[in-house]
């Protein structure tokens, strides 16, 4: 009989049974959560001034053309983004999450420093690059998650706290760019000409940005604790001092305690290490006290699962071939992830500048459904404010709405409908501009609800499909970098194109042109995400058949084993 045949033989019977589910990792979550707010923060600081970031860098006197400088400076984090995820993600397979999510945040950090002083379009393109080559953390951040979800119980809810997260960062980064931005023009008195804040009028949203990327990296060494399978059993010295200082606040005592597998044993008290009305199938004896079990030291801590105790698995080669690893539904679901990052992340980048065009000189004829041009002609303080109320109703469905949406329908079904759906919202917006102006701004609220409805739902079921098809854990690193990758050439390829489209729209009339074509790459979309079917979960795939000793009787208990999910995104 092999290894795993004995783990198998020996599980309980768990028919008529309720499976135990482990505690949800509040701790780890609010730790990965204030790592996670630096990036949108940081990210998404500079839609409401970029507009008027490339105006003061005077590269062209052509308006119509700042859409497509806008463009490249958003693109050049993630081209550079794409060219080292996998890097990243076969790094953080290697060395550990943690360390590859802290040198993340540091390059942002660096990043925004460079952004702030840059004088001129190369420097901005420089900096916004480093921060892409040096920042792995999209695919790594999903990987961590993944790895502290081992209940698909807690899925929906663990999916979700992401977005939250990136929706509280973009609510807190679009106002603070937009108020921030040229502050010797909004605050005179404060800031007056002459200074290095009008040397270089975009400085402080971008240390705003900087130090509460600071904050998140002194949280990340002190408080967040390794995933990976191997590596979280090594002395982590940051970690140690994190819990000395937590064990000095006396509020705080009870966090001080590390949840990793050695603290675990260090901190054991006595118990039996099976329980008296838990025997082992085939194995049973008369004594069923439980002073008769071997004793040994044991906190209260969640039990280890029975899956985590297959050998079999633990045997998984940790350098799989790429055959193996990237299978036909890994494949769908990375495509799908890649369209569905073109198609968000241009809306992200073109909205803003969609509001900020102001309407031509000279009227340009009008011929419906097609031909048109106008625009709104926010100034970045409007634009700030609107970008945060809606990442203010975005963090409330996701804290309320996506869940219960999650649970009800499932990642696939929702999904498939989402990708079908998604390509009318892109033929609608470019009409908002021949609306009347009372009816402007409801008009501009409608379509960000629903832009922020639909994002919230595609993104999680995503990450879970993507996740629950990893043929291995061991792989999930891979997995996520090229994900991450594939998303970042897509959103890097988004703003780029998407911004040359609506500057030829402008100039030939058809100022709808660069959403029309978002609407096409959708429909792609579509045809690619109806092709993905609901993965096979650890329960489905587990029978367990066990012979009663006493009865004679052969009955199949089934163990509902860890759907491996993966993180939210933005």
Known sequence: MSNNSFVEATRPVMSGRSTTVPPFPRRQMLVLAICRICEPIAFMGIFPYIYFMIEDFHITE????????????????????????????????????????????????????????????????????????????????????????????????????????????????????????????????????????????????????????????????????????????????????????????????????????????????????????????????????????????????????????????????????????????????????????????????????????????????????????????????????ILSVQGAYQLLINMFLIPPILKRFGARRLFSFLAIAYFLLYLVTPYLVLLPEKYRMLGIGMVLVWKCTFASMAYPSNAILTADSAPSKLALGTINGVAASTASLCRAFGPTISGILYAVGLQSGYSGLAWWCSALVAMGGAIVGLQIQDPPTQADKTAVPTNDAETGQQETGQVAGPAVPSGSGE
């Open 62 to 385: 052509d308006k119509n053309r700042i859409s497509f400088y806008a463009g490249m400076v958003t693109s050049a984090f993630t081209f550079a983004e794409f060219s080292t995820g996998l890097l990243w993600g076969r790094l953080s397979d290697k060395v550990g999450r943690k360390p590859v999510l802290l040198t993340g945040l540091i390059g942002t950090a660096l990043s925004v420093l460079i952004f702030g002083f840059a004088p001129n379009l190369t420097v901005a393109l420089i900096a916004r690059a480093v921060g892409g080559l040096l920042n792995g953390n999209m695919g790594v951040l999903q990987t961590t998650v993944a790895e502290l979800i081992t209940a698909k119980e807690h899925q929906p809810r663990a999916y979700t706290i992401m977005p939250v997260v990136w929706c509280l960062g973009s609510i807190i980064g679009p106002m603070i760019g937009g108020a921030l931005a040229r502050p010797c023009i909004s605050y005179p008195n404060l800031f007056p000409p002459g200074t290095i804040w009008d040397r270089y009028p975009y400085l402080l949203p971008n240390l705003f940005s900087a130090f509460v990327v600071l904050i998140g990296v002194v949280n990340g060494i002190l408080f967040l604790e390794e995933t990976h399978r191997e590596k979280k059993l090594n002395p982590d010295r940051g970690l140690e001092l994190g819990n000395w200082i937590l064990s000095g606040l006396p509020i705080f005592r009870k966090c001080a305690e590390s949840r990793d597998e050695k603290s675990k044993l260090a901190e054991m008290e006595v118990q039996p290490l099976i329980d008296h009305e838990e025997q082992l199938p085939g194995y049973r004896t008369n004594e069923t006290s439980p002073e008769s079990s071997p004793r040994l030291r044991s906190a209260s801590v969640p039990s280890l699962s029975w899956d985590s105790l297959d050998l079999e698995d633990g045997r998984q080669d940790p350098n799989l071939g790429i055959s193996s690893i990237f299978t036909r539904p890994v494949i769908l679901n990375i495509v799908s992830f890649g369209i569905l990052a073109f198609h968000t992340m241009t809306f992200d980048q073109l909205f803003p500048v969609f509001l900020s065009t102001a309407p031509p000189d000279h009227k340009m004829p009008v011929s419906l459904p097609f031909k048109f041009v106008d625009g709104f002609g926010l100034d970045s303080k409007t634009i700030g404010i």
